[in-house]
DNA sequence: ATCGATGCAAACCTTTTGCACCTCT
DNA sequence: AGAGGTGCAAAAGGTTTGCATCGAT
């Protein structure tokens, strides 16, 4: 972690307590969080923090490159850790929203590119289905 | 315009003139406008119309099936009266929003499926990048 | 007369901002 | 003391809702 450290000093911010705990929790999950779901969750362990910590950490964060924000159609936004450029799948029925991993999907910017006269320099990909464990209880 | 008018009424609803406007205006442009930006364009024709009334409206037509919405990783959402399934991309210069047409992507619904144990059913596709116009300026 | 639609205002939710206080050096 | 950070409360968008009025059948 002292990479983190040096990531924030060289832009003169300081990795306090309250970020810290925000940057790990978002490196220790899969489920790609709302600011809300962080709030609850690192609440816990710090009762004085607030959302607008949250929300302005965030922020730093995405702007330091450490984090990526997403949107699967909801009203708000979710966050992750895992900044490379990977696909998302949303299950219809329970709401969790999974990674796809392993799958290139890379390429599809030149396909894109092909039928536009855009030149191309990223995408978000979300896919929409049922779970493994949501179609157990059909 | 037969048509819409018995989709509306079979499921009692009413095709009023703001209905109709709305649908209208959006099958007729390719902008992908915001709820704010129907509600600016409408009101030349309607100085009466509220921006409840376009939100009530687009949320009808969404349950109609005659418009879908797609958000862009903006903090609003914006909508399509092209409801075939179809990718998107922005130019993170102007802003613009275009459809991608004529590019199948259907086939990845399938592809992710390999990759994941979920039953994939839909997926929304946005690429980001300089449109033409931008490029010119550069 | 009935039933849905409109449009205003208020409410709501997510996110941002202002500002006083705090921490660390 | 100085610089950035926190956390409260307020503000700021975008969107939804309640309700009285309107309009068409």
Do not use: W
């Amino acid at each position: 972690m002292d990479k983190l450290t040096n990531i924030f000093r060289e832009k003169n911010l300081k990795l306090t307590p309250q970020r810290y705990a925000i940057y790990k929790y978002l490196k220790s999950t899969k489920s790609h969080p709302s600011a809300e779901m962080i709030y609850d969750t690192i609440k816990a362990d710090f009762p004085t923090m607030s959302l607008a910590t949250v929300y302005k950490t965030v922020r730093t964060l995405i702007e330091l490159g450490l984090v990526q924000e997403i949107n699967v159609g909801e009203d708000n936004f979710r966050f992750d850790a895992n900044v490379d450029n990977h696909p998302h799948i949303v299950c219809i029925t329970c709401g969790k929203v999974d990674d796809i991993e392993d799958a290139a999907f890379e390429h599809l910017n030149q396909d894109v590119e092909n039928f536009t006269n855009y030149k191309v320099s990223t995408h978000k990909l979300y896919f929409y289905g049922i779970c493994p464990e949501c179609q157990k209880e059909l």
